[in-house]
């Protein structure tokens, strides 16, 4: 158990949609990552928070938003679902106070299917 | 820029055999690597990391890694497989870039493990 928790497990719905995935980090870490996993892409990372605070982006759609909150979990939001958000979507902490040795822990994810 | 570079997308191996999955890493600072292993739906899991310290680092299940600054390379060893270690393997490079790190994620190894 990496001590990350993403809620739900699985997440079924149809096109047009929104959906919030919920993330809660390791006791103590300040950072949150964000991950799509999908067969044709492979991990791509989304965006990062470090203590409340947006600290880099990478291949996140407009369609997508995050944030995370005073408590540091954090929610990722997907709007206007297609087909090929299909994926499974991580989420990943790490302490991150300044260095870069520290080990990112994963959750389990979460397996969106748009249908 | 710093990137990681899995050099095989898959490598088969007969049960007891060694296991070597290859990596190679860009980074214009003395980099952090890790190795992930990510067993089907399942999240990504730590295997070990290197971070200045032991060049030859030792991880779980028996697996270890080489850090070679000359190669650019941080390779990951077993001597002999188990059924059970089928599953992707990640490797990755912590960057510095706009003032945070990120993980560098390679493309991943697909390791298959046969009777």
């Known amino acids: 158990d990496s001590g990350v928790t993403q809620t739900p497990k699985h997440l079924i719905t149809a096109t047009g949609q929104r959906v919030t995935l919920r993330c809660s980090p390791r006791?103590?870490?300040?950072?949150v990552y964000w991950y799509q996993q999908s067969l044709d892409q492979g991990l791509q990372f989304l965006i990062q928070y470090y203590n409340g605070e947006e600290r880099a982006k990478g291949n996140i759609l407009e369609r997508f938003s995050a944030q995370q909150f005073p408590d540091l979990h954090s929610e990722l939001n997907l709007s206007s679902l297609e087909l090929g958000d299909s994926a499974l979507y991580f989420c990943?902490?790490?302490?991150?106070f300044g260095g870069g040795n520290a080990e990112a822990f994963f959750g389990q994810g979460t397996r969106l299917t748009v249908v | 820029a710093q990137s990681v570079t899995q050099l095989d997308s898959h490598v088969s191996v007969s049960e007891g055999t060694p296991v070597l999955l290859r990596c190679n890493y860009s980074?214009?600072?003395?980099?952090?690597l890790f190795w992930y292993v990510q067993h089907p739906n399942k999240g990504l899991q730590l295997l070990l990391k290197y971070t200045s310290a032991a060049t030859l680092v030792k991880g779980i299940n028996g697996f270890e890694a080489e850090f070679k600054k000359s190669e650019t390379s941080f390779h990951l060893t077993k001597p002999s497989a188990h059924m059970s270690d089928a599953a992707e393997y990640f490797c990755?490079?912590?960057?510095?870039?706009?003032?945070?790190?990120?993980?560098?994620f390679g493309t991943g190894t697909r390791l298959k493990v046969l009777a």
């Open positions: 980074s214009s600072y003395s980099p952090s």
């Open positions: 006791s103590g870490d300040l950072s």
């Open positions: 990943a902490s790490s302490v991150e």
């Open positions: 990755v490079v912590s960057a510095l870039s706009s003032g945070t790190y990120k993980y560098i």
